[in-house]
């Protein structure tokens, strides 16, 4: 079934002349009755998979980035990246549109690295554009991440709760989290 899961939120953040809107809506599906774990659903059948990004070297690439980076900028369909569990310390730079990043468990699946928005400032001419774990960029549209974690672990490492971002997106539009756990 496309959707084989119990409960999960899902988050729709829109901008509007840099006013960010909320939309959290919280679903209930029962698949034959026998409701399926929150932390691991099939979201995505595999046929409709496009890339696998695995660090063991099984899936077509070892980094989420580098999936991302093979994404046509001009690709007006959606593709579906399945991201196999596994810690990922990466920063993600999200300059295409219609991308879906789906982990194999949200528990399992982690997206960690450590970022300061006042030390990147420091080094990038002031600006917030890569101060995140995931970073949109601007004009971007149609965005899911679901099924993982997002982790800046920079207070927990360095002992600093000044402003730092897991997920960033100024003026992107239509970006959907899903059962994800963000910190």
Known sequence: PLFSFYKYTIIMLSTTVNIFY?????????????????????????????????KDGTGNYSTIQSAIDAVD??????????????????KLLITKSNITLVGEDRNKTQIIFAELRSNWR?????????????NIADKVTNITIA??????N????????DHQFAIRGHDADKIMLINCNIK
Do not use: Q, R
């Not at 920079?154 to 709760?161: A, D, I, P, T, V």
């Open 22 to 54: 909320l939309f959290i809506f919280c679903v209930t599906i029962f698949s034959d009755n026998h409701p399926a774990k929150a932390d691991s659903f099939n979201i995505v059948p595999s046929e409709n998979i496009d890339l696998v990004v695995a």
């Open 73 to 90: 900028k001009n690709d007006s369909e959606m593709v579906i990246i399945l991201i196999k569990n596994g810690t990922y310390n990466e």
């Open 122 to 134: 420091k080094v990038n001419n002031d600006k917030d554009w890569g101060s995140a774990v995931i």
């Open 147 to 152: 099924n993982l974690t997002v982790y800046n």
């Open 154 to 161: 920079y207070g927990s490492l360095y002992g600093s709760n």
